[in-house]
């Protein structure tokens, strides 16, 4: 038949959202920037200056996927568009990992050089240009008032959550095996035990910046901690409502057991997370802990 499809691609259709997310995004930025510094009407520190583009790009995220899942139930989704969207969520995740290797290797700079750096500004104290590296000599201890700065314990509530992390990674495992083999009911089990401890994890992290003693802008310790932890909990949110919407597909019928690819990046996502927090707890928490001493629990650390 003349026009028939003759290949396992899918050419997608001309769709208006890429433009849209562009220009949700580009309201998010000046909506930054009014929260920031005042932007026309809108005055500094207007939280709900970040509304509008936040609105337009939730509109536009549910309107794209929207249509990526009716294109799967037409049957673009063939075994050859499924590689290749298993290759693109690949190096998402690789681009995600690069991300936190910035943060690793800003804290790794200011833990390993700061000797040399503190030494090479003490040379010469009456130099401008090597002020700024004076702050190396106060690694950790010291905050820009004058107090010290004490790590968190890592065996109190970042243990907790490092526990809580890695019985989430066993139930949606679990939920992935028994979607595999159609036992949705177990999958669906496990999956809302997922998102539980995913809420859970994020409402210690709430308790834990409010015990913090120390600040993102008074130390070099406290910018590395809140970076580091602060995108982590933010990857945490993200993973948990991407679950939140394969569960409701699941509970809804949309998800097979011999097609699952949604389900299946959040899992992938979903342990991304738990690996990185695995990092964060050795170097962030426990390095620190071990190196500088640690505050009781709930004494402000």
Not at 72 to 87: K, N, P, W
């Amino acid at each position: 038949m003349a026009g028939a499809v003759k290949h396992d691609y899918h050419l997608v259709k001309p769709s208006p959202w890429p433009l849209l997310g562009s220009l949700s995004l580009l309201m998010v930025a000046l909506g930054a920037a009014a929260y920031m510094k005042g932007l026309w009407f809108i005055p500094q520190g207007a939280l709900w200056a970040f509304v509008p583009g936040f609105v337009c790009l939730i509109f536009v995220l549910i309107g794209w996927w929207g249509d990526v899942i009716k294109e799967s139930r037409g049957g673009d989704h063939t075994e050859v568009v499924q590689i290749s969207l298993r290759y693109g969520m690949v190096l998402f995740i690789a681009s995600e990992v690069m991300f936190f290797v910035a943060w690793f290797w800003s804290f790794f700079e200011m833990t390993i050089f700061h000797p040399f750096r503190a030494n090479a500004a003490h040379m010469d104290l009456a130099n401008p240009a090597l002020e700024p590296l004076l702050k190396w000599s106060d690694w950790p201890v010291t905050q820009v008032d004058g107090h010290r700065v004490v790590p968190f314990d890592p065996f109190h509530l970042p243990l907790i959550n490092t526990l809580i992390l890695l019985l989430s990674g066993t139930t949606v495992t679990w939920a992935h095996h028994a979607l595999q083999v159609g036992d949705r009911r177990s999958a669906i089990t496990g999956l809302s035990l997922t998102i539980l401890l995913g809420i859970s994890f994020t409402a210690l992290q709430v308790v834990e910046y409010a015990q913090a003693g120390f600040s993102y802008d008074g130390s070099l310790y406290g910018s590395a901690f809140f970076m580091a932890t602060g995108f982590h909990g933010a990857h945490v949110v993200i993973g948990t409502l991407f679950l939140m919407v394969c569960l409701g597909r699941l509970m809804a019928g949309g998800m097979k057991p011999e097609k699952h690819l949604g389900f299946e990046f959040a899992a992938w996502y979903w342990h991304f997370v738990d690996v990185v927090w695995l990092f964060l707890f050795a170097f962030v928490y426990v390095t620190p802990h071990l190196v500088w001493g640690a505050g009781p629990p709930g004494s402000g650390h």
